[in-house]
């Protein structure tokens, strides 16, 4: 009680006025703002590091793996498809991989240097038991179990990062 959208301490979403387009701290936001597929202004492009276009390089691959892991959602220790993708992009990538961590978990591990330092990264893989009615291209082909949670998405943005990470090697 006393937290929510419009109350003090609250962390809810930009309010919507009816008629109007959404609006952050009292201002309209520009039109397309608020979609998430929306084009960034080429000012912004301009400012991103040179890192972020080494990644997307790779953009159409890692969309494809994204829609390939939403269309086959597997539920949690069932994740056995989507382990193996994970795992043979990572062995393709040069990581040592380590199967059956937690029964499905993959563990992918890339030497640089000789440095103590680590770094971690991880995302979640299972979907949930919902159907799924969107009607999307890439919609989940079994029925019952969807990825609505954005573990199919995070599972591609950390193999982004893991190519690129393999790539550079820093």
């Known amino acids: 009680p006393g937290v929510g959208p419009g109350r003090p ?6 309010p919507m006025r009816a008629g109007a387009g959404p609006v952050q701290n009292g201002t309209p936001l520009p039109t397309g703002a608020h979609r998430m ?30 829609h390939r892991i939403h269309q086959n959602p597997e539920l949690a220790y069932e994740e056995n498809a989507t382990a193996d993708l994970v795992a043979d992009c990572l062995q393709r990538w040069g990581y040592e991989v380590h199967r ?17 330092r680590r770094i971690g990264l ?14 999307k291209p890439w919609s989940s082909k079994v029925f019952g179990k969807m990825h609505a949670c954005g573990h ?4 591609a943005m950390l193999l982004a990062a893991a190519r690129h990470l393999a790539a550079t090697r820093r």
């Open 37 to 66: 597929n929306a084009p960034l202004p080429a000012s912004v492009i301009a400012s991103l590091p040179p890192a972020l276009d080494e990644v997307r390089a790779h953009e159409a691959e890692m969309v494809a793996i994204r």
């Open 9 to 14: 301490g609250s962390e809810g979403p930009a």
């Open 152 to 155: 199919d998405g995070h599972t």
């Open 122 to 135: 991880r995302a979640d893989m299972d979907a949930l038991p919902i159907h799924e009615a969107s009607g």
């Open 100 to 116: 059956g961590l937690g029964l499905t978990g993959v563990v992918g591990t890339l030497e640089v240097g000789t440095s103590t």
